[in-house]
T-cell receptor, first 116, second 115 residues
Framework: DTAVSQTPKYLVTQMGNDKSIKCEQN?????MYWYKQDSKKFLKIMFS???????INETVPNRFSPKSPDKAHLNLHINSLELGDSAVYFC???????????????FGPGTRLLVL | DAKTTQPNSMESNEEEPVHLPCNHS???????IHWYRQLPSQGPEYVIH???SNVNNRMASLAIAEDRKSSTLILHRATLRDAAVYYC????????????????FGKGTKLSVKP
């Protein structure tokens, strides 16, 4: 069983469209995250949710809106897609919100978004 | 911020040990040192972490300098599957405008393994 799964794996769309990426974890974790990895391969956190509550929003445009229907899911909705949104988006989860420095994160396989 | 410095790239031969260095001269007394790796076209995966003592697990070993200003990830026998970008990360627990405990990735070390 996949611990952290994302759909779709690839997403090609036109500028201006609205799209969603889904993430599910079956690890029973309390916290989920979204990361963006740009073309230069830098991996940067975007959001984190703890028990369905937004905890971290790292200077992400309002066009990005995470939604957590339950603890096991954290979806990412993107409005009015721009060329610069092209990247790989990774979902991750952890048992707690890094309250313990030993906590580890489990990452999904990534969603490769290409905006044309 | 406590930052890490890693070589951009390293090469290894298959079946040989690999020592991946990481400098973190501004590490605080309670920062844990975490290592993750990212295989091609995959998400990062946890490798190992430690505080002061050397650590071993099924994937690797972590050797931490006595002054904690540097550490080394050791792959005892590199395989082709170990070719990846390896990230050395310090757990940043300080609160920046609501951000707590972010996992901050640097550039990492790209490890190539030759058959």
């Amino acid at each position: 069983d996949t611990a952290v799964s994302q759909t779709p794996k690839y997403l090609v769309t036109q500028m201006g469209n609205d799209k969603s990426i889904k993430c599910e974890q079956n690890l029973g974790h309390d916290t989920m995250y979204w990361y963006k990895q740009d073309s230069k391969k830098f991996l940067k956190i975007m959001f984190s949710y703890n028990n369905k509550e937004l905890i971290i929003n790292e200077t992400v445009p309002n066009r990005f809106s995470p939604k957590s229907p339950d603890k096991a899911h954290l979806n990412l909705h993107i409005n009015s897609l721009e060329l610069g949104d092209s990247a790989v988006y990774f979902c991750a989860s952890s048992q707690a919100l890094w309250q313990y420095k030993e906590e580890t994160q489990y990452f999904g396989p990534g969603t490769r978004l290409l905006v044309l | 911020d406590a930052k890490t410095t890693q070589p951009n790239s390293m090469e290894s031969n298959e079946e040989e040990p690999v020592h991946l260095p990481c400098n973190h001269s501004t590490i605080s007394g309670t920062d844990y040192i975490h290592w993750y790796r990212q295989l091609p076209s995959q998400g990062p995966e946890y490798v190992i972490h430690g505080l002061t003592s050397n650590v071993n697990n099924r994937m690797a070993s972590l050797a931490i300098a006595e002054d904690r200003k540097s550490s080394t990830l050791i792959l005892h026998r590199a395989t082709l599957r170990d070719a990846a970008v390896y990230y050395c990360i310090l757990r940043d627990q300080r609160n920046y405008g609501g951000s707590q405990g972010n996992l901050i990735f640097g550039k990492g070390t790209k490890l190539s393994v030759k058959p």
